[in-house]
């Protein structure tokens, strides 16, 4: 399989799509599938690129289009240059194709459009819509931040790769005239800025500016920082995974909808743009509510649990998955609260007649197993949801030394869709995430349970013949290569 990603960004249309195509080029070379990506861009390197497969040109043109869409090739789509035309011909022209679009800019022919944003929104099987498809790099996922809301004493200043060196002139002159005793960090993206940066640090001595920051570095400063001043792009929600308070910015059309947004959930109260006629009085009055210790306070906590960081994921699933694209399920690790849940599951019937130990379950010691269990340094637990984020199935991997033994039960709403052979590979990716050094994976299945046999052969186990059989189950063997 492969997949080509078409997108576009530098100095003059920002790096907001190259930042979340880079984590969709992720995802895909985690689940060791062949990507690409191919930029518009007017520079001819790309810094966030690093390390990366691409390639720097113009991809809407038709000569471009004829001579390289490929019909064995899935698309990903990530622009707001591209023509219904352009990608009409992408569409008839490939395997499949997923467009990522915020605005509702065209109408799409054939293909999965992504929408994503933080209202909650009704979505269908080609349109998939809401929080749970925002897209974040690996640096801004699972933080385990809390900040200590204090006198502000940093702010970090962003407008990303776009030049907007009048608007930082403006950010910067209030806040000196505010409160001159605070450092700025001023995060300058890849704009030619020598000339611009010696005018600034001459200008003000409060001031800090960085160039080429890895994701790593930007998070890093986001959650030294006491509040952040942004462009109104992809920025924000970054700053929201890092429980970073905010004041965004629209800089271009295409922002407004994420302002709005903002405002619907209670994270700013006003719409800042920067070609309004009294940005300066507007943008003076949300500075000096940010400045507000209790302000703060009340925003952080709204930002708290708004992004699960999982979009990536989903998104990629409906990309490459054509039985979980019709069901959108997706894993993650177990938590505390899903204890009822696996607590039900595996006291189903069904599950506990092919259990290597078939009696029922008692729920006093079901809930310290499962404490320990997911708190366990030698146990993977995850468990599977779906598209409304209900509990439909769990994973668990017992870890030893270079080798891990799974069970898996499903709930029986998603039984005989045939997904359990997809859902055993993203969890065999997800043991390979963390535990790198297991090679081994062991499956005791009962020799009556003729279904999980099916499915555990089609991933590639086979049975241990060497091995002697338990409670009536026979052990199989998964190699992990690679």
């Known amino acids: 399989m492969k997949v080509v990603i078409l997108t576009e ?3 003059k249309t920002g790096y907001g799509h190259l930042s979340r195509c880079s ?10 599938i062949d990507v690409e990506m191919i930029i518009n861009s007017e520079l001819l390197t790309i810094d966030i690129l690093q390390n990366r497969n691409y390639s720097i040109v113009d991809w809407t043109s038709f000569e471009y289009l004829r001579n390289n869409i490929q019909t064995s090739v899935h698309y990903i789509v990530d622009s707001y240059i591209a023509s219904k035309q352009v990608c009409q011909f992408v569409s008839e022209h490939s395997k499949k194709v997923l467009y990522l679009d915020d605005t509702s800019r065209i109408e799409y022919p054939k293909g999965i459009v992504v929408r994503a944003s933080l209202q909650a929104t009704k979505e269908t099987r080609d349109l998939l819509m809401g929080s749970k498809y925002i897209i974040l790099r690996d640096a801004y996922k699972s933080i385990a931040n809390k900040k200590h809301v204090q006198k502000t004493n940093e702010i970090l200043l962003t407008m990303g ?3 907007q060196i009048e608007l930082i002139r403006t950010i910067l002159k209030k ?5 001159p005793e605070c450092k700025i960090n001023i995060v300058l993206g890849n704009l030619d800025s020598s000339h611009f940066g010696e005018g600034l640090i001459q200008e003000y001595r409060n001031i800090v500016l960085h160039n080429y920051l890895s994701s790593h570095e930007m998070q890093k400063l986001m959650i030294a920082s006491d509040f952040a001043i942004t462009a109104a792009g992809q920025t924000i929600y970054e700053l929201i995974a890092t429980s970073t308070p905010f004041i965004p910015i629209q800089i271009a059309d295409n922002q407004r909808g994420n302002l709005s947004s903002l405002r619907n959930k209670q994270l700013i109260q006003t719409i800042l743009c920067w070609e309004e006629e009294k940005f300066s009085e507007k943008f003076e009055i949300e500075l000096q509510r940010m400045f507000s210790i209790p302000f703060r306070k009340k925003i952080m906590e ?3 649990g708004l992004i699960d960081g999982l979009g990536s994921e989903r998104i990629i699933n409906a990309l490459c998955y054509e039985e979980v694209t019709s069901h959108r399920l997706s894993i993650r690790t177990a938590k505390e609260s899903d204890c009822a849940f696996v607590f039900e599951l595996s006291n189903q019937e069904y599950v506990r007649k092919y259990s290597l130990n078939a009696r029922p379950i008692e729920w006093e010691s079901h809930i310290q197993w499962f404490k320990e269990t997911i708190n366990s340094k030698t146990h993977l637990f995850l468990v599977v949801i779906d598209e409304f984020d209900q509990l439909v199935g769990q994973i668990r ?3 030893n030394d270079k080798s891990a033994t799974i069970s898996i039960s499903l709930a029986q709403s998603i039984l ?10 993203q969890s065999i990716d ?22 999980s046999i099916k499915t555990f052969e089609r991933v590639g186990f086979k049975r241990s013949f060497a091995q002697s059989i338990l409670n009536g189950a026979s052990q199989y063997t998964y190699e992990i290569r690679g």
């Open 9 to 11: 960004g530098g100095k």
């Open 23 to 32: 984590s969709l080029y992720d995802e895909l070379v985690k689940r060791k």
């Open 161 to 163: 790769g776009t030049n």
């Open 175 to 179: 806040i000196n005239e505010i409160y």
């Open 302 to 304: 709204r930002l708290d």
């Open 397 to 399: 991997y017992e870890i």
């Open 416 to 425: 005989g869709k045939g997904l359990s052979k997809t859902l055993i590979y």
């Open 430 to 451: 997800y043991l390979q995430q963390k535990f790198p050094n297991v090679s081994q994976v062991f499956a005791w299945i009962s020799d009556e349970n003729k279904a």
